[in-house]
């Protein structure tokens, strides 16, 4: 069987993510299966989802997807590199064919010459004084200026990171770029699309209509029900775990923890230490060297306290199973012949007897992310712990039109 991956957070899913899946389904001969590699209850940004990741599944499926697998915590939680690398060893070890991905401009062909370049460049970081990316981005402008419009775009980067790791790979993907439609970087609420985060903004108010047209009309009820029960991630909450473990931990044990390297964890604990809220912490850590989003997953990392050692490991292997959250009838024989080449994990109990002692603690770091996340919820209601261990994949019927 042929199938199309797509990397995705869905945090939520809307509209734009809608028109993305749709175009891959139109391109694409009609029994290809598109499978979607989405980051669980913490995401790049470095934080927790909005919404579980069961929903956001099952959205994706509504919506075109036939198969939603998790992207393990140790790479959703990763920078822009480590991210991709994760979501495309994912996608080959599952016997996926193809990798596509939205972008503003420019084709696979461009992608990957930008990549085949920026493997070939070398870095001295300690001379930098901006971001990986940033600094990634000026090399390459410097290397392939006829290139350089490309790597402005706000999903360029990914694109980038994507065609870096499928270069990587023993036997390489094919590569499928998608024009999109909207931008990350659109905030308002007034065109036709908008970004996740714009929708997020308005979604912690409460749903309303102006909201609800970048959502896809089968989702919108349960993202509405979700809202009036308090079932999503309360970010002050959240906020208020991290200020406390960075109370808490002193500079010699943050060392211990990825990324506090070069004095950060003495910043780090300085800060915490001193300031009220979590938004005042990270704000007087801020420097241009530093991404946000990096400090922001500092910060899940106190939380969740993984090791280097541990990271180091997943970077080197990379991830060891499949862990499916929702499928339908056509994902399901995608399912039966991943199985035969590469672990498939639908319930936590399995572990043992099929998975390496790396994909254990792979899944460990997942059930604990999808741990803080649910004691993240507005609603205490909602807040029971080890939902990994009594929530089922879930199955939705194609519609006839889709079979």
Known sequence: ME???????????????????????????????????MSGAFVQRGEPALFDKWHRACWAVRSGADAVFELPAVYAL?????????????????????????????????FLRLG??????????????ATAGRNQTADLAKALPELAGLLEQPNALLALEYAKAILALPSPL?????????????????????????????????????????????NRSDI??????????????????????GRLLTPEQLCRLPAFTEGLENRWHKAFSTLSTYDEALSA?????????????????TVLQ?????????YQEGPQYGRILAFNERGAAFLKQAKETFPIITRPAQAKKILSPLGQAQLTFDIRADDIQALS??????????????????????ANHER
């Open 306 to 314: 993984p090791s280097q050692d541990f990271f180091n490991e997943s």
């Open 377 to 398: 919820f507005r609603n205490a209601a909602y807040r029971q712990g080890r939902r990994d261990y009594y929530t089922a994949p879930r199955y939705l019927p194609q």
């Open 174 to 218: 094919a590569m499928q770029t998608i024009p999109r439609r909207g931008s990350h970087a659109e905030n308002s609420l007034d065109g036709p699309f908008t970004s996740a985060s714009a929708i997020r903004r308005e979604l912690k108010k409460g749903f309303s209509a102006r909201v609800a047209v970048y959502l896809p009309p089968a």
């Open 3 to 37: 199938a199309i991956a797509v990397i995705a957070e869905f945090n939520p899913f809307h509209t734009g993510h809608a028109y993305l899946l749709s175009e891959i389904r139109r391109q694409s001969p009609a029994d290809t299966a598109v499978i979607v590699i």
């Open 224 to 245: 509405e029900a979700l809202l009036k029960a308090g079932s999503f991630t309360d970010y002050d909450r959240y906020g208020d775990f991290v200020s406390l473990e």
């Open 78 to 110: 990763s920078s822009a590199a480590g991210f991709a690398s994760g979501g495309v060893r994912l996608a080959c070890r599952l016997g996926c064919t193809t990798l596509a991905c939205g972008v503003e401009a420019g084709t696979a062909a461009d």
């Open 285 to 301: 850590i801020k420097t241009k060297r530093y991404a946000f989003s990096r400090l922001c997953r500092m910060g899940a990392y």
């Open 116 to 129: 085949k370049t920026a493997l070939s460049l070398s870095y001295d970081e300690s001379t930098k004084t």
